[in-house]
């Protein structure tokens, strides 16, 4: 089993709506890392977080806001989404991110609809 | 930029059938491997990793893979699959920039027929 949970499964919003993806790891990681994935496509990097400092924003439109409250928890803030940003929305963590011989192990994802 | 490719996009076996799917990468220097299996509606799963060492790594439910440097290539393999490995599986790549940054490849998707 996933030890990577991601809430919630499934999210239906408007275009005006604010809303929150969570992600919590316990596994004693210090890197966590969201990434977006379209239908029949590979996950693509979004932001990084290593020791709770963002490290990597794959210039990522602002509607999108990160957040990394401690070391087990990631949030994703979303406002103003376009329909376009409908996709499934996948959390992962990593012991420690800063060196690439770490492995991530990801979360069943949010699958996001923007109507 | 680092980019991965897996030229297989949908590949159809029977059970019991020998699987090879291809990956190639394009960095030339160190490079840390990933093969990650999607099953339908199920969340992505680590089947095996590369960093150093013996290029031939086992992965679980009987999958290998063999990292040929001068092939700059990852093939994953397995035997004989079965109905139950029928999903996408994804081929990825550390980013030598840091930050454990992962490339996939646009993915293969397996569909093993009883």
């Known amino acids: 089993d996933t030890e990577v949970t991601q809430t919630p499964k499934h999210l239906v919003m408007g275009m005006t709506n604010k809303k929150s993806l969570k992600c919590e790891q316990h596994m004693g990681h210090r890197a966590m890392y969201w990434y977006k994935q379209k239908a029949k496509k590979p996950p693509e990097l979004m932001f990084v977080?290593?020791?709770?400092?963002?490290?990597i924003n794959e210039s990522v439109p602002s509607r999108f806001s990160p957040e990394c409250p401690n070391s087990s928890l990631l949030n994703l803030h979303l406002h103003a989404l376009q329909p376009e940003d409908s996709a499934l929305y996948l959390c992962?963590?990593?012991?420690?991110?800063?060196?690439?011989?770490?492995?991530?192990?990801f979360g069943p994802g949010t699958r996001l609809t923007v109507l | 930029a680092q980019s991965v490719s897996q030229h297989n996009h949908h590949v159809i076996l029977s059970e019991a059938a020998s699987l090879e799917l291809g990956c190639n990468y394009s960095y030339g220097g160190t490079v840390n491997l990933f093969w990650y299996v999607q099953y339908p509606g199920q969340h992505l799963q680590l089947l095996l990793k590369y960093f150093s060492g013996d290029p031939l790594v086992k992965g679980i439910k009987g999958f290998e893979a063999e990292f040929i440097k001068s092939k700059f290539s990852f093939n994953l393999r397995k035997p004989s699959v079965q109905w139950s490995d029928t999903a996408e599986y994804f081929c990825a790549v550390n980013d030598p920039g840091g930050y454990n940054k992962l490339i996939f490849g646009a993915g293969t998707r397996l569909a093993v027929h009883p």
């Open positions: 977080y290593s020791y709770e400092k963002l490290s």
């Open positions: 992962a963590s990593s012991q420690v991110g800063r060196t690439s011989t770490d492995t991530q192990y």
